[in-house]
């Protein structure tokens, strides 16, 4: 099954990668720069300065303005920059730079040259992390070549671009000085932003359009100029763009609206980990991601629902904190703006131990119930109830020791259920305990034995 993945997203993508010849490296121009001094500096190639001029479509080489981009391809560098970085990756992860067939498995800190492809597998994830801060997670089934960087020192305007033959790709650019410029092209569209948040998914049409492409773009933060076939649209927060290949973007369509927890939804949870959500107005399905607990985005599991709530009570994490993000998807397949929860995790907390029948003869003012606390405990709560079934309760109390004094009255004289459950200082609850039961004697110990003898003595005559 791998092999046949492999072999079908290799032969779709090498034919749309390979009408690009070159990768480049993008230079900004500094004062006092020429294109000799340049190609000496970075170059192996004699006959740079000649032909970088035309190259770069400069028409005056000599003067070179402050702030202008030159491309170098990569092939004349001395040494190709090595600016992209694997921070995080699950499930298989692929690269290669000059032939499809030589893949090789991408090792987590490992730097990527100029020309790298990237493959994510089934449910497989990776976070590519550039040197200006960007952040570039992709998602499964995907492949994306890193086509252009510029930048040697953190000082310099930093420009990334990068082509996304298929899949799905989220972005979070930072806001720094100077500014930096990430731009994604994919067969049908270029998406270029300037510190920012967005998704950008890349895929082939309906089946009777095969060899066309569409890209989605849905937008969470800032805004992403989208241009394909010589027209432009700046899509906003909260909007997203389709584009079909040899078409103008459409018109921005609002996302949908970010889902709202359900209020019994709690920070600090125990495994099982419940989660529950308001339904969504027009939402088909719901995508949930499980992230780490930090600012990098990384996916430990993503499920797809059609229901408003979710349960897992096969965790494999028992504690600990993650983020859970949830997003409600349209009907054609848009995700929609974002809804964040910190969950964290805790252990268990064992429920408290009572006697199961306790019998006592009518007390006239108070009387003492008593269990076997729990150790994660800081309170307990008690429940009183006439029936067994605690159908009605009739009387709730919280104690922080494990024992309550309760105060007799005549409620209490055909006796009473009590169960308890023990709550830890994370405001976890542990089941309740198996029900106690309080029975009233009817006669007291000395009338019993009186009696006792009595009838012992009637039935000796």
Known sequence: MRNVF???????AFVSMSAKAEKDWLYSVRPGDNLWNLCAQYTTRAD??????????????????????????????????????L?????EVWSYTDDPNDLSIIELGEKLALG????????????????????????????????????????????????????????????RQPKSRFQIRTPSAIAAVRGTEYRLVSRSADSDQEDKNISITEVTEGVVAVSANTSEVDVK???????EQGKAPSAPKPLLVAPSWHESVKTVQTVPVSLAWVDVADATAYKLDVLKDNDQGEVIESIELTGVQYTDA???????????QLKAIDQEGIQGLPQNIRVCLTAKVDAPVVARAKSVAKPENDIVLQWQGSEQAQSYIVEVSRTADFIEVTESYVVTEP???LTWHSDYDQGFYYRIKAVSGDGINSEFSQTGQLVIDR?????????????????AL
């Not at 080489?61 to 970085?85: A, C, E, H, N």
């Not at 927060?237 to 389709?242: D, E, P, Q, Y």
């Not at 096969?314 to 859970?324: I, V």
């Open 6 to 12: 492999l072999t079908s997203i290799l032969t779709l």
């Open 48 to 85: 740079c300065w000649l032909k970088l001029g035309n190259y770069n479509s400069v028409i005056y080489p000599r003067q070179l303005p402050p702030g202008l981009i030159i491309r170098f391809p990569i092939s004349w560098l001395k040494d190709v920059p090595k600016t992209t970085t």
């Open 87 to 91: 921070s995080y990756y699950s499930g």
């Open 116 to 175: 790298t492809t990237v493959i994510t597998g089934e449910n497989s994830y990776a976070t590519l992390r550039f040197d200006d801060g960007t952040l570039l997670q992709i998602e499964p089934n995907s492949k994306l070549l890193i086509e252009s960087q510029s930048g040697y020192s953190p000082t310099d305007s930093y420009r990334s671009e990068i082509f996304l033959n298929s899949g799905a790709v989220k972005t979070r650019v930072p806001e």
């Open 237 to 243: 927060k909260g909007f997203s763009v389709k584009t």
């Open 314 to 324: 096969a965790l494999a994490y028992s504690e600990g904190c993650f983020r859970f």
């Open 403 to 405: 024992n309550l004094m």
């Open 443 to 459: 006669l007291p110990g000395k009338a019993l034995t009186a009696w006792s003898v009595f009838w012992v003595l009637i039935l």
